[in-house]
């Protein structure tokens, strides 16, 4: 009697288990699959990619990724790239880590497509400067790859996606269905992720010193042609002055030829002379339109017009002693610390090729 209700027991229990277990499976695979789907999301939103343009918006998990990436590592040199080049850096001292981030709160590029705003009256060298900063398109070109170079130093540290699923055979045959619930996910070894974290973060700290370099060109290019035009603007100023002072003699030499005092050669040397002094004002006026146009390139604004230029040369040239320039080359120059990096680079990349025949 006790055989045959535990019979029925087991029967009973064998039922509910056949019916049970597929909805626990689909049960568990939608959960296991929303985890992973949702995981995929914070990480998709986090290292979402941005245009080189400014023409984004602004994401909290995006604003807050240095934040929580310097959290991990105290030591490292926190750095905002916007998308004009200009870095802020939120760190101090040597570090073995560079973060880069995209600033969400970009100030508004201005490009060529509408006027641009340079104050009303002179305009001074810190001016065309920050302009040129802003818009030049190469500077803009380094920024855009230094933000992609940072998002994909972020993903080759990442472990792949795992895989979750869910198998079923033999659904219309009663008491022979066969369900398979399964999960993969590939773990790499020897360090393999942290190594490639390490190539492309030296990778990375070489763009932002070229980035600087770019930088520095394009400040050394403005200031060289902001004198240029400077120069040509004084000129032009002392040429309209000696023209006026033409003008007063040849309506002298023709006053003094009517009065008998003068004769007609001097009237056509006066008039000679003139021309001349016409023929230099339009020369030196190209010039000057010449040097305008060469701003305009760099500062990347084609509509950029002629303005009063306000400055003066009466800087004293301080001497300076060669091995003080090559301390400060060295110590301060970014061509070389890219150098350096790209060294640094081929180093990690030397240790990261030699784990590679370790298997995952």
């Not at 000129?235 to 003008?247: E, G």
């Given at each position: 009697?006790?055989?045959?209700?535990?019979?029925?027991?087991?029967?009973?229990?064998?039922?509910?288990?056949?019916?049970?277990?597929?909805?626990?499976?689909?049960?568990?695979?939608?959960?296991?699959?929303?985890?992973?789907?949702?995981?995929?999301?914070?990480?998709?939103?986090?290292?979402?990619?941005?245009?080189?343009?400014?023409?984004?918006?602004?994401?909290?998990?995006?604003?807050?990724?240095?934040?929580?990436?310097?959290?991990?590592?105290?030591?490292?040199?926190?750095?905002?790239?916007?998308?004009?080049?200009?870095?802020?850096?939120?760190?101090?001292?040597?570090?073995?880590?560079?973060?880069?981030?995209?600033?969400?709160?970009?100030?508004?590029?201005?490009?060529?497509?509408?006027?641009?705003?340079?104050?009303?009256?002179?305009?001074?060298?810190?001016?065309?400067?920050?302009?040129?900063?802003?818009?030049?398109?190469?500077?803009?070109?380094?920024?855009?790859?230094?933000?992609?170079?940072?998002?994909?130093?972020?993903?080759?540290?990442?472990?792949?996606?795992?895989?979750?699923?869910?198998?079923?055979?033999?659904?219309?045959?009663?008491?022979?269905?066969?369900?398979?619930?399964?999960?993969?996910?590939?773990?790499?070894?020897?360090?393999?992720?942290?190594?490639?974290?390490?190539?492309?973060?030296?990778?990375?700290?070489?763009q932002l010193q070229e980035l600087e370099a770019q930088k520095l060109r394009v400040t050394t290019d403005i200031?060289?042609?902001?004198?240029?035009?400077?120069?040509?603007?004084?000129?032009?100023?002392?040429?309209?002055?000696?023209?006026?002072?033409?003008?007063?003699?040849?309506?002298?030499?023709?006053?003094?030829?009517?009065?008998?005092?003068?004769?007609?050669?001097?009237?056509?040397?006066?008039?000679?002379?003139?021309?001349?002094?016409?023929?230099?004002?339009?020369?030196?006026?190209?010039?000057?339109?010449?040097?305008?146009?060469?701003?305009?390139?760099?500062?990347?604004?084609?509509?950029?017009?002629?303005?009063?230029?306000?400055?003066?040369?009466?800087?004293?040239?301080?001497?300076?002693?060669?091995?003080?320039?090559?301390?400060?080359?060295?110590?301060?120059?970014?061509?070389?610390?890219?150098?350096?990096?790209?060294?640094?680079?081929?180093?990690?990349?030397?240790?990261?090729?030699?784990?590679?025949?370790?298997?995952?």
């Amino acid at each position: 009697m006790v055989d045959d209700v535990w019979t029925m027991l087991l029967l009973r229990l064998g039922v509910k288990m056949k019916t049970l277990f597929p909805k626990l499976a689909i049960t568990i695979f939608c959960g296991c699959l929303g985890c992973a789907s949702d995981s995929v999301r914070r990480s998709s939103n986090q290292f979402r990619g941005h245009s080189a343009h400014g023409q984004k918006t602004a994401v909290d998990s995006e604003a807050k990724a240095p934040t929580r990436l310097a959290a991990n590592a105290p030591n490292a040199e926190s750095m905002v790239i916007s998308a004009s080049g200009k870095s802020d850096k939120q760190g101090s001292g040597a570090s073995s880590v560079v973060f880069a981030a995209v600033d969400p709160n970009p100030q508004r590029e201005q490009g060529t497509s509408g006027p641009i705003s340079i104050p009303a009256g002179e305009t001074t060298i810190d001016e065309l400067v920050n302009l040129a900063l802003t818009n030049n398109p190469a500077i803009k070109e380094l920024a855009a790859t230094t933000q992609k170079a940072a998002g994909f130093r972020t993903q080759v540290g990442l472990y792949a996606n795992p895989i979750v699923g869910y198998q079923a055979v033999q659904l219309a045959d009663r008491g022979t269905d066969q369900h398979v619930l399964f999960a993969e996910q590939e773990f790499a070894t020897a360090n393999k992720l942290g190594l490639n974290r390490r190539v492309q973060n030296e990778a990375l700290r070489a763009q932002l010193q070229e980035l600087e370099a770019q930088k520095l060109r394009v400040t050394t290019d403005i200031r060289t042609l902001y004198y240029e035009a400077l120069g040509y603007q004084k000129q032009l100023r002392l040429i309209q002055d000696f023209q006026k002072l033409m003008d007063k003699g040849y309506e002298l030499a023709q006053l003094r030829q009517k009065a008998a005092e003068g004769s007609k050669i001097d009237v056509l040397q006066t008039k000679v002379q003139r021309s001349e002094i016409d023929l230099v004002f339009r020369q030196t006026r190209a010039r000057y339109d010449a040097a305008w146009r060469g701003i305009a390139a760099i500062t990347g604004v084609a509509n950029l017009q002629p303005t009063p230029l306000n400055g003066d040369f009466s800087e004293a040239i301080q001497s300076m002693q060669w091995q003080e320039v090559s301390t400060n080359l060295v110590a301060a120059s970014p061509e070389y610390a890219a150098a350096q990096a790209r060294i640094s680079q081929a180093r990690a990349e030397l240790d990261r090729h030699g784990v590679q025949a370790i298997p995952n």
